[in-house]
């Protein structure tokens, strides 16, 4: 039905403005940090930069998932889903490897705005991430359990254009927090 | 539909409500829109009589100067909890609730486009309430830092009581609650009209809570983002707003109003929305200048986006932001203007029936103009700063929430009650209510104008015995009595009403839209046939086929979406 993939973009276009909000906080604090950790003192672009190719990847093989839905390619559709899953949960391997470096230098929500910003922004970023890997894993049972027979499906279209947000967004706070403490 | 979600499978039977089971159960898990309604209605009035007390609380301490009956800090709680109750859980929840009962029926639909969404965002809503009242029972009390909790005051140095906590919490998930049902309405509204129900016949409430929805859609998120922000800031040691570890507590300002600005528009649209309803039908006339009110309440909602730095002039934004916001904010007494000006047009030559729905509406109209007089006036910078955080805006806001939105709301109660219950309710005691509301109301909150404009500052809970200040706080509190007892009437004529109001018929206001071509109250399933829509008062054509409202129209049978 039409319902639910209008319903997805109007919510989109609401967390859109949440992490608009969110992002707005870090760039009100981007130039204002005296004391403590700052994304040039603290972060390592590189290797994040990496783990987010597997994320920007991920967005890619959900496509070529709702690809094969509508050529009613079911094995298709198990495999892409499955590799989706895999390079979203490797993406957040990566920033729980970042976040527990950081905390390990003493590095918390707390130390001070970058610290607060940081965490907020790149927590219910990669929360976003772990939602979509729970919905991409749901999808994943339905279409072994024999459901998703194509060429249309509400649940795994909604699902992508979830996670193409996601991504998005992504590319956003990378550029904004990485980008440009680093160029 | 080629495939399906199994997990949630579509429903073949008919939805648990109204008439299989009246127990309370069928209640609770009801996904029924008129059911979910009528809990909105019921819990806003739960809200509306717990705010009330508080608000009589606030004005006894008042009555005199030097009064030391309540202690400051519970005075505190008291006008945080009064301020974020009426808002929050009794105004904003109304408006949703007779939304959800009304754009399905008045749109020609069987539900909302998603029943068990609609069922969510009642929960969210009855428990982010029962979540910020649970904080009067615990140690540290209910929150004392105002509805707008400014930081730092609402932070960890200056708060150390849970109160803050509950009250984002609370809000928080009354917001998403609200949010999801702003989507819902979004989607049902652009899918699910009946064939013929363009979005130029749409009638103007559904217009008005359209545009009230797409506000939630997209001002929720932002109080949202800063609620989580407050809250780590108050769990996990956050510095977001916090000046003294680098946060900046002007942003909270911002985002606050951010917010906070367009919510006075979802307070006050769907009120416009029920007096655009109600005036056409009580003057015997269609409404004047349909799409001005339909396009003036798109502008509104569109500037209301741009003015939020309006309540922040006494903080030092300089000039030049300080003139934008201003003129932006005048600039919204335009499209407000038009809308008065169609509303008068409407009832200009109209054979009025001053029945109470009409005397609530005809009220409105003057005491929202007031309110929105006084609100042009502290749109001009200088003028704010002489009367900012003074009961100059006590008086002002309370005449656009109270005259402006709860009268409408009123006229709403009453024009829709014979729909919702099938009785009519009492005209003698509603006439009792509607003028103890009109004296009450105005002998509380016009003297506050000049109370203000003479210096006494809002949220003090005590004040000096100058020249005059007693007396005139005084009668604002007699005032509040008298609001006392037109409530008491309300609720009086509801409960005798409902036991014994005379029967209504489908339609006993002879009113045109759609949902009074069903009975009253509607059946589980809305309508038997959907009468055909081709103009914007289907029933008046149904009525009189020989002079329809738009004799070319042709009678649609596929739907706008199929
Ligand atoms: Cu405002």
Redesign the pocket.
Known sequence: MANNRMMIKFFIASESIFFLMLILAYVNFHNSVTTGPTAKSSLDPYVTGIFSLFLLASSFTVWLAGKSLKNRNRSGLKLWLFATIVLGAVFIFGQAREWFGLFGRGITISSNVFGSTFFTLTGFHGFHVCVGLVMLSVLLGLTLAGDFKGPKSDAVECVSLYWHFVDGVWIVVFSVIYLWAFL | MSSRIPIVPESTEPLPGLGENTGLLSWVASIDHKQIGIMYLIGTLIYFVIGGLEALMIRTQLAKPGSELLSPEMYNQLFTMHGTTMIFFVVMPFLIGVGVYLVPLMIGARDMAFPRLNALSFWLFAFGGVLLYYSFFTQSGAPDVGWFAYAPLSEKPFSLNNGPTYWALGLLVSGIGSLISGLNNVVTILTMRTPGMTMRRLPLFVWMMLVTSFLLVFVIPIITSAFVMLLLDRLLGATFFTPAFGGSAILWQHFF?GF??PE?YILVLPAFGIVSEVIPVFSRKPIYGYEFVAGSTVAIGLLSLG??A??MFAVGLGNVANAYFSLA?MLIAIPTGIKVLNWVSTMWGGRINFAVPMLFATAFIIEFVVGGLSGVAIASVPIDWVVTDSYFIVAHFHYTIFGGSLFAIFAGVYYWFPKFTGRMMSETLGKWHFWLTVVGFNMTFFIQHFLGVMGMPRRTYTYHDMPYWGSMNLISTIGAFIIALSVLVFIWNIIVSLRKGEPAGDNPWKAWTLEWATTSPPPVYNFKLVPPVRGRRPLWDLAHPDSPDEPDAKIVTEGPNG
Do not use: D
């Open positions: 109003w906070g600005h006075v003015v939020w309006h309540h904010s």
